[in-house]
Structure formats: structure tokens, C-alpha cells
């Protein structure tokens, strides 16, 4: 294998590794907002639950992007009568 080679291939891994840790650390970021705000709004009397647009208003995040994370989250469950509404895991 040529060296050009062999340096293509760690450019590619490089690459591949980073925009999969940036994907996660900005997954991780954006679901600590999503909780803070759930937690927060319990703790003031809120109901514990909230719609994902609520929710997207608090956290200058798009509805679709509230409810892409929260689907994927493992600490953001859904509320069982409302497929859009989220609460937080106790």
C-alpha cells in the first residue's frame, strides 16, 4: 500500500471519528437543555410533562429537533396519552 494511500485512510477515519463525536457531544448538549428545562418546570409546579413545541419554545430548539432527541433519549420518556408530549425519567 502507498503511503498516499495509507494517508487517504487515517483522513477518512479522522474524518468519520470526528463528525461522529461532534454528532453525540451536540446530541448530549441539547438533551441536558431538554431535562434542565423538564426538571425545572416540575420543580416550579408544572405538570411533569410537556408538548414538545412547550418544550421547543423554552429551549430555542425546532419542535422536530425536540422531538428527535427526546425520542432517542434514554432519560426523556413520552407521556403515554400524548405521543408528542415528553417527561423525564424519575
Known amino acids: 500500500m502507498s503511503a498516499q494511500a495509507v494517508v487517504f ?14 454528532r453525540w457531544v451536540k446530541f448530549k448538549i441539547q ?5 434542565q428545562f423538564l426538571r425545572d418546570a416540575e420543580e ?13 419554545a423554552h429551549t430555542q430548539l ?3 429537533r425536540v422531538s428527535a432527541v ?7 420518556i413520552a407521556d403515554p396519552e400524548d ?7 424519575n
Open 9 to 22: 485512510v487515517v483522513v477518512v477515519v479522522a474524518v468519520i471519528a470526528h463528525v461522529a463525536l461532534y
Open 31 to 35: 438533551e441536558g437543555v431538554i431535562l
Open 70 to 76: 427526546c425520542a432517542r433519549s434514554k432519560e426523556i
Open 44 to 56: 416550579e409546579g408544572a405538570p411533569d410533562h410537556h408538548h414538545a413545541t412547550a418544550i421547543a
Open 83 to 89: 405521543g408528542q408530549s415528553w417527561r423525564a425519567r
Open 62 to 64: 425546532s419542535a422536530e
